[in-house]
């Protein structure tokens, strides 16, 4: 068994273009960057700053301009049904009271 796997490695290697060892290829990390540590936390911040400015001023901006105010419905008659007498009095328990 242990024949084999020799045979088979060289054939491999034969098969590559010769018996030279190939190194690995080079892992880049993300430390090894060309790029400063404190340079991309200071942008990261300016970039986060800047964002939270732009939200704040769009949400005041929507808060200002108000909403539109609809018509009230007609009150009809039909929405409003009461079959039985309820046991506190013909309003509803949390329904204001208007006397005339």
């Known amino acids: 068994m242990a024949m084999a796997s020799v045979r088979s490695g060289l054939l491999r290697a034969a098969l590559r273009g010769g018996s030279r060892p190939t190194a690995p290829p080079k892992r880049g990390f993300a ?30 901006y929507n808060l200002s301009k108000g909403h539109p105010h609809h018509e009230e419905p007609p009150a009809y008659p039909y929405l409003h049904i009461r079959n039985k007498e309820f046991p506190w009095g013909p309003d509803g328990l949390f329904e204001r009271k208007e006397h005339h």
């Open 31 to 60: 430390s090894s960057s060309h790029h400063d540590d404190a340079y991309e936390t200071a942008k990261w911040e300016k970039i986060t700053y800047l964002g939270v400015a732009t939200c704040t001023v769009l949400a005041i």
